[in-house]
């Protein structure tokens, strides 16, 4: 998908943003992004936000979640909420639920969600379903809602997981790689 500063401009920007596209930035928004993930993944996943249609938002944002979900349910392996929140997701997006079934699925995740923020510290992996949350603003509001709060709830819990580790920050880098690398190949084959 071709860039331009025009294009960008329109997408509304933050001024250090813009002005580090007039500098770094390349011709395509795939190019821009594998630039991005290396110093401001949060810049990233904006231009995801902004890039990817609404189809592709959802699919990154199950992609999140389902990169922490299995640190989720090593913490909570009795708590399944999130990883039917995230089928609830998929399930939606294929058109074989409607949106109260999806709705009831991500309220079943959000309680999850709570439940793991009492007993996570809160700040790191919290990042790693931080593009899931930029894409479901743009998303369906129903299964935006759902997968949100899927991939919410496995980050609380991986946070409890990793925030102590030393190599929180190069676990969470390494998942926002993983889930910009994946809105890239999403971004190839949108039409």
């Known amino acids: 998908m071709k860039l331009n500063k025009e294009l960008l401009k329109a997408m509304t920007p933050c001024k250090e943003g813009y002005e580090w596209y007039l500098k770094e930035g390349c011709e395509t928004v795939e190019n821009t992004l594998t630039k991005l993930v290396e110093v401001r993944p949060d810049w990233a996943n904006w231009l995801t936000k902004k890039t990817l249609d609404r189809n592709n938002l959802i699919r990154i944002a199950i992609f999140s979640a389902e990169l922490v979900l299995d640190i989720f349910e090593k913490k909570y392996p009795k708590d399944d909420r999130p990883r039917k929140a995230i089928q609830a997701t998929k399930d939606f997006l294929a058109g074989k ?79 926002q790689v993983k889930i910009i690398n994946e809105a890239i190949r999403l971004l190839k084959g949108q039409v």
């Open 97 to 175: 639920i409607d949106r109260n079934d999806a709705y009831a699925a991500a309220n079943a995740a959000n309680a999850a969600t709570y439940a793991a923020v009492a007993d996570a510290a809160y700040d790191a992996a919290y990042d790693a379903a931080y593009a899931a949350a930029a894409a479901a603003d743009a998303a369906d509001a129903a299964a935006a809602y759902v997968a949100a709060y899927a991939a919410n709830a496995a980050a609380y819990a991986a946070d409890a997981a990793v925030y102590a580790d030393t190599v929180a920050d190069a676990a969470r880098k390494q998942i």
